[in-house]
């Protein structure tokens, strides 16, 4: 039950429709509940969506979820995708994420990994470029990147020393991988690696 859960319902960040309104639809609820509620402190909450590092902490204490996801693995990043559940390309992604109404919030952070090979060439930048810019156009607010593979990760977790110098984004930050917990080492290396283009991005994001 839980393959079929994760493997063959809708996710979030692969462009489909049911999915994003379900984004939508938990977006709006939980803006509408929280945001401009007295705290304890005698201000007002504000929504964001800029977890930092929490997303680890808070999936070391939060069960098993319905969406396939195992007992006390990280949750997902900022307003990324689940890690390992966007199988459609960066370009689903982003058009996934636009769906909702990043104005309404103090921030988002949309984190993807690709593989330096996607980036070779001066074709591989403007690709890119043009997916950055097509965010923009969408009304998306902040999207970054790691450009690695996860292989070298493994081999930085193995031999820590060979890589001193490896830096990655976490979420809303840059830091030395090898600096950081194993436990959030783990999550960068589980985050989807894009390795092409879907074969609409030159259609979608021309500028």
């Not at 990760?153 to 809303?172: H, M, N, T």
């Amino acid at each position: 039950m839980r393959l079929l859960l994760w493997n063959k319902t809708p996710k979030f960040g692969n462009d489909d429709d049911y999915a994003d309104t379900i984004l939508v639809h938990l977006f709006n609820a939980f803006f509408d509940e929280v945001n401009g509620r007295r705290n304890t402190k005698g201000g007002y909450y504000r929504v964001n969506y800029l977890s930092t590092t929490c997303h680890v902490y808070f999936g070391s204490v939060t069960g098993a979820t319905p969406d396939g996801r195992k007992a006390w693995e990280p949750l997902s990043d900022g307003i990324s995708p689940v890690q390992g559940a966007d199988r459609q390309g960066p370009t689903a992604v982003i058009k996934s994420a636009a769906r909702m109404d990043h104005a309404r919030t103090g921030g988002t952070i949309l984190n993807q990994k690709f593989t330096p090979q996607l980036l070779k060439g001066e074709d591989g930048l403007d690709k890119v470029a043009q997916l950055v810019r097509a965010y923009f156009r969408l009304d998306g607010h902040h999207i970054q990147f790691n450009v690695v593979t996860a292989a070298t990760l493994r081999a930085a977790q193995a031999d820590p020393e060979k890589y001193r110098d490896l830096i990655v984004r976490v979420a809303g930050y840059s830091d030395y991988f090898c600096d950081l917990t194993r436990a959030l080492q783990d999550e960068i290396i589980s985050r989807t690696e894009q390795e092409a283009f879907t074969p609409a991005m030159r259609e979608t994001t021309t500028v």
